[in-house]
């Protein structure tokens, strides 16, 4: 059990339902939050805080953890330091240049929540914030020019097949 969230309710004197009926979502979902490791959605986050008279990271340390995989801990590292980054994908928009539909249509096909699958495209959504710094990396994603006409400091290039050599 998530022993700040029923604390932080008890004084409030707030119960599941209560918490549901002022925030709008289903009284199952508000009780949830009580569990380890379950965070309510962004959206919802700021009000339960608000409602129960606490600092979201006291309710919810996890939500300030790093969200990426262990095994892509060490490329995101790597993205915030770059001046430079290349790659070449055949078939998807690399994550860093992924719009928030195109990371949901990706992930919704996989055997996640949709909490998790919420979570998943937070972080790569965040990861962006590298393309808007002052010393930013370029890049070169293959064909998806698309991904990128909202961002000047992208230069998408792509090569067709025939120069190949």
């Known amino acids: 059990m998530n022993h700040a969230v029923i604390e932080a309710m008890s ?10 009926a002022q925030i709008g979502v289903d009284p199952k979902t508000a009780a949830k939050w009580a569990n380890p490791g379950r965070i309510p959605q962004t959206r919802h986050r700021a009000q339960v805080a608000a409602i129960l008279g606490r600092e979201m990271e006291d309710l919810w340390p996890d939500v300030l953890k790093r969200r990426e995989p262990t095994w892509l801990r060490a490329w995101v590292d790597w993205e915030r330091e770059a ?48 393309l808007w710094r002052e010393r930013r990396p370029c890049s070169s994603p ?17 090569w067709p097949t025939s120069s190949a050599t």
Do not use: H, K, N
């Open 142 to 158: 293959s064909s998806m020019r698309w991904c990128c006409t909202a961002r000047p400091t992208v230069t998408p290039r792509s």
């Open 11 to 20: 004084a409030a004197g707030e119960t599941a339902d209560s918490l549901a």
């Open 83 to 130: 001046v430079a980054l290349r790659w070449f994908e055949l078939a998807w928009v690399p994550g860093l240049f992924q719009t928030q539909a195109y990371a949901q249509a990706t992930l919704a096909g996989e055997a996640l929540t949709a909490d998790e699958v919420d979570q998943l495209v937070a972080a790569r959504i965040s990861r962006q914030a590298i």
